[in-house]
């Protein structure tokens, strides 16, 4: 199994940025599809970004343009860059791994084996 876990949430003021962290526990990058998502009590899950195994990038339309994913496969670690943040924004924010190849369905909580545990992000 891959083991993630979340860091760099916290509480910012709107207009505010943040930079979320995922490590992973083994050599789990070299080929994944990776994601984050962010969920509010009573909403479902939704995805925020992803990053297919060759790199490309998608992301939800309400944070295109003010967020950025990357991979630091030296470190086994997925970046989220939040920037210009709306209290709309507020969640617990996960990432997710899948363990194969992947280049479609990024956003799609059904793309993904593995989850971390969460980090909450509130935007006042």
């Known amino acids: 199994d891959v083991q993630l876990v979340e860091s760099g949430g916290g509480s910012v003021q709107a207009g505010g940025s943040l930079r979320l962290s995922c490590v992973a526990s083994?050599?789990?990058?070299?080929?994944?599809?990776l994601g984050w998502f962010r969920q509010i009590p009573g909403n479902e899950r939704e995805g925020v970004a992803g990053?297919?195994?060759?790199?490309?990038?998608n992301y939800l339309a309400s944070v295109s343009g003010r967020a950025t994913i990357s991979v630091d496969k030296a470190k086994n670690t997925l970046h989220l860059q939040l920037n210009s943040l709306e209290s709309e924004d507020t969640g617990v924010y996960y990432c997710a791994a899948q363990s194969y190849e992947c280049y479609s369905g990024l956003l799609w909580t059904g793309r993904y084996a593995y989850w971390g545990q969460g980090t909450q992000v509130t935007v006042s």
């Open positions: 990053i297919s195994s060759d790199g490309r990038t």
């Open positions: 083994a050599d789990a990058y070299a080929s994944y599809c």
